[in-house]
Nanobody, 119 residues
Framework: VQLQASGGGLVQLGGSLRLSCAVS????????IGWFRQAPGKEREWVSC????????YYADSVKGRFTISRDNAKNTVYLQMNSLKPEDTAVYYC?????????????WGQGTQVTVSS
């Protein structure tokens, strides 16, 4: 089971980025995918999750209305579209997989991708 996050970078206040989480070694159809982030000196924070079968989506209050999670099972990829970015969104973003969405822990993790929002 492998997950690889990509798409991070440096963006200005109000800008947008799209993160991708490419998965391999398992069938994406049967797994929920979550995004988490960790800023320097802070605990890991849950950001969003998309369920497997019914594709329900969930968001932390801090990103609701600005971030959109989606999945393309044919491409084995989950996306996190991030709009109206703020400096407080600066963090390393991780994607994770499990049978269901979790806000504190999921079973499989990828390496992170750095997102930096400048003011």
């Amino acid at each position: 089971v492998q997950l690889q996050a990509s798409g991070g970078g440096l963006v200005q206040l109000g800008g947008s980025l799209r993160l991708s989480c490419a998965v391999s070694g398992f069938t994406l159809d049967y797994y929920a995918i979550g995004w988490f982030r960790q800023a320097p000196g802070k605990e890991r924070e849950w950001v969003s999750c998309i369920s497997s079968s019914n594709e329900n989506t969930y968001y932390a209050d801090s990103v609701k209305g600005r971030f959109t999670i989606s999945r393309d099972n044919a491409k084995n990829t989950v996306y996190l579209q991030m709009n109206s970015l703020k400096p407080e969104d600066t963090a390393v973003y991780y994607c994770a997989a499990d049978r269901g969405c979790g806000t504190t822990y999921m079973g499989y993790w990828g390496q992170g991708t750095q997102v930096t929002v400048s003011s």
